[in-house]
């Protein structure tokens, strides 16, 4: 494994650097602030130069190492062996108290190491598989279609969060899920409530709780009266059988609606933000298809929204670029510091659509990289054909400096886009 | 160069793939998935060479390192 070696019995443990006992205050304290709104924290481009595995200090007071790197973050996620992912295991790192409380109350196979996780994972993921997904497309496009007919028709300025990057994955959603689109807003809110930096643990906790209770009913509904929807098909296939029980899904259907409504609406956000302000970008997605394909994988590697996952906890003691991790220690996989790594992509922080395919880590990596990815991907793609070629003269409403961005939450974007266009 | 000499050999490990979907994704020619469980179904064995920028992506991009190209049969000296 690259640059990774288990620690052997012989090799002095002393000449290894590692976290001081007892060391405290010289810690950097973990997480960053962002100086430029469209960069990670400027500290992931320091540490990726001098100390790609960094050790900080959280808000428990709890140490905890940054990982950097491109190559050492795929060679991590890669090693299931040596690196647990298994959610409320101690020594596994939290940004928030109230996420201790989230990550000891997960139950679906996004907190659980193999073989239990590819056991239910596999229950799944058809649903979210290239062919599957491939057949969505025109009911995907479509619902973008008809999200802008409205926009167009209600007239600028609009704010393109609420009346698009909201609604568009959550109609998506919807419709492959089999929950009802009225559902939507109380679906957000405990995707924000399990995301949020500032929120109680005892919200965090209730939020998590009411959703998967609102899919073990929608279970007992698709039971009565199945539909042609990802419930109703993991009921017929593995729930009637007795593989899965009902609340077992509902735990993991919990998962996949938090999922699916909020991180492609930040990355729409973002997205859109980012070909606005470039006019040669947007004239290269405008012209070509395959331009708008290359765009999104960039965009998803510059924003790379989610912040403080995948997580992990050594297994064993293990030297990782000369620095010493002891087993039981918890490690942060930054996949926006990795993203960044002119080690892999040359002028890091340059949008640049003939980079080779897609070598981003924004989905993770590994046996827990993103089961939607698929579905983001066209998501995404689909939205900002659509915005090209419906409000061609699109444009920002308001100074970039008055946009607020969500330094509030642990899956990066932005709160509001205030957009204009010459109306008809 | 014909036959198998112009070919490349894959291989895939069911057990550890995970359905993520990126060989179907870059090499649709050469990978499928199941229709049950979404895990990699390879179409072909032996793709032609022609392919192999969009297998060896296929390779690099899998998340639970589960495709392996082999060196195909040494074609004729140069």
């Keep these: 494994m690259l640059g990774i070696r288990p620690v052997s019995v012989q090799r ?4 290894l650097p590692s976290v001081p006992a007892g060391a405290g205050p010289e810690l950097p304290r973990f997480p960053f602030a962002r100086v430029d709104p469209l960069a990670p924290p400027p500290e992931y481009a320091a540490a990726r130069e001098a100390q790609p595995i960094l050790p900080v200090r959280l808000w428990n007071g709890e140490r905890a190492w940054l990982v950097t790197r491109h190559e050492h973050v795929r060679a991590i996620l890669a090693d299931d062996r040596r690196f647990s992912g298994r959610f409320g295991q101690p020594g596994f790192p939290t940004v928030t108290e109230a996420r201790v409380v989230v990550d000891r109350g997960e139950r679906a196979f996004v907190g659980m190491d193999n073989p239990d996780h590819d056991r239910y994972r596999r229950m799944v993921t058809q649903e979210f598989s290239v ?6 497309e025109p009911e995907i496009a479509a619902i973008a279609d008809r999200l802008l007919d409205r926009m167009i028709a209600d007239g ?7 009346a698009f990057a909201v609604r568009f994955p959550s109609l998506v959603m919807s419709a492959l899920f089999g929950s009802p689109y009225e559902d939507h807003e109380f679906i957000i809110g405990c995707a924000v409530a399990r995301h949020g930096l500032t929120q109680t643990p005892g919200h965090a906790e209730r939020k998590a709780r009411e959703l998967v209770a609102y899919v073990r009913r929608l279970v007992d509904r698709k039971r009565e009266q199945p539909g042609d929807d990802l419930v109703s098909r993991v009921v017929a296939e593995h729930v009637l059988p007795g593989r899965l029980t009902a ?25 859109t933000l980012l070909m606005l302000r470039d006019p040669v970008l947007r004239e290269r997605m405008r012209a070509d298809p395959l331009e708008i394909r290359r765009a999104v994988e960039e965009f998803l590697r510059v924003v790379s929204p989610v912040q403080f996952s995948p997580r992990r906890v050594a297994r064993v003691d293990v030297e990782i670029a000369g620095t010493l991790v002891r087993a039981g220690e918890g490690l942060f996989l930054l996949l926006a510091s990795a993203n960044r790594d002119a080690a892999v992509f040359p002028a890091p922080d340059a949008i640049d659509l003939s980079r080779p395919a897609a070598r981003h880590l924004a989905f993770g990596d590994g046996i827990h990289q993103c089961l939607g990815q ?41 709160h509001e886009l205030p957009v204009r266009w010459a109306a008809a | 160069m014909s036959g198998a000499a112009g070919r490349l050999a894959v291989r895939v490990d069911e057990h550890r793939c995970v359905g993520a979907g990126q ?45 392996r190209i082999e060196e195909a049969p040494p074609s004729a000296p140069e």
């Design chain 1, 156 to 162: 600028p300025p609009q704010d393109l969060v609420r």
């Design chain 1, 131 to 136: 062919p599957r997904m491939r057949a969505l």
């Design chain 2, 23 to 67: 060989c179907v994704w870059v090499a649709p020619q050469v990978f499928d998935q199941r229709a049950s469980d979404g895990v990699v179904v390879l179409r072909d064995p032996h793709p032609p060479h022609a392919l192999e920028p969009y297998v060896r992506e296929a390779a690099a991009l899998c998340p639970a390192r589960a495709i």
């Design chain 1, 374 to 414: 698929m579905l983001a991907r066209i998501e995404l793609q689909v939205a900002f054909a659509a915005l090209l070629r419906r409000l061609p003269d699109l444009e920002l409403a308001v100074p970039f400096e008055a946009l607020r961005f969500k330094d509030d939450m642990q899956i990066y974007g932005v």
């Design chain 1, 247 to 271: 609340d077992e899904f509902a735990e993991i259907g919990a998962m996949i609606l938090r999922a699916g409504h909020d991180t492609t609406t930040n990355m729409i956000g973002m997205g």
């Design chain 1, 12 to 15: 002095p443990m002393s000449a």
